[in-house]
């Protein structure tokens, strides 16, 4: 089974580079152009199911997609952003001005550092980890399963998925719209594709 990561079009907020986590912002125009073209992209693709966080960035995202595929998007509470606590709906600079001391730790830290009120690294990898062994349970024998969600959540499936400490901040980075794939068919997950948005210039990978 391989795993296709998609990351959900651009909202307001991440224009505006403001902090999201659970906070339901939708896409804006930019972002479902971004949407409408990741889905010509994967047209001509199997993909054996379709998953999609709740909120409705990532929902709009998928149901674009499965109206040209064909398919239904399925939610799942579990594909959520990780909750950030006091900090969404902050800028950079206010999150700098309103927390000091903490953005200073954070910003000089390759260790996660702790922000207020938000969801631990542990509970977020367990919410990762269950949905991770409930669709290959699920989906024994599928060709690809695809599922839509954020930044955040899709840098755990890779943690968790080759076994990155996930107290330490993760190296990944998934633009708006993006695809990224994995190999599950083998004896250990493969990164097959990072970060792929050739279809937002009119290309295809």
């Not at 600079?93 to 001391?101: D, K, S, T, V």
């Not at 755990?156 to 599950?184: Q, Y």
């Amino acid at each position: 089974m391989h795993l296709l990561l998609i990351r959900h079009g651009e909202t307001d907020w991440n224009n505006e580079g403001r902090i999201q986590g659970h906070t339901d912002t939708p896409l804006n125009a930019r972002g479902i152009a971004q949407a409408e073209k990741l889905a010509a992209r994967l047209a001509g693709e199997k993909i054996d199911a379709l998953y999609t966080g709740p909120l409705a960035r990532a929902r709009i995202t998928a149901d674009l997609i499965a109206q040209k595929l064909g398919i239904a998007a399925i939610p799942d509470d579990r594909l959520k952003e990780k909750y950030l606590g006091e900090l969404e709906g902050l800028t950079g600079a206010e999150f700098e001005q309103q927390y000091p001391e903490v953005y200073r730790a954070w910003h000089a830290s390759a260790e996660h550092f702790p922000m207020p009120g938000e969801e631990t690294p542990a509970a977020f990898r367990q919410r990762v980890q269950e949905f991770l062994d409930d669709a290959q349970a699920r989906h024994k024998g599928a060709t690809q399963v695809a599922i839509v969600s954020h930044g955040g959540t899709l840098g755990m499936f890779l943690a968790t998925l080759i076994g990155l400490d996930v107290h330490r901040r993760f190296p990944f980075w998934f633009d708006n719209a993006s695809i990224s794939r994995v190999d599950l068919s083998g004896s250990r997950p493969r990164l097959r594709l990072l970060n792929d948005t050739c279809h937002l210039n009119g290309h295809a990978n």
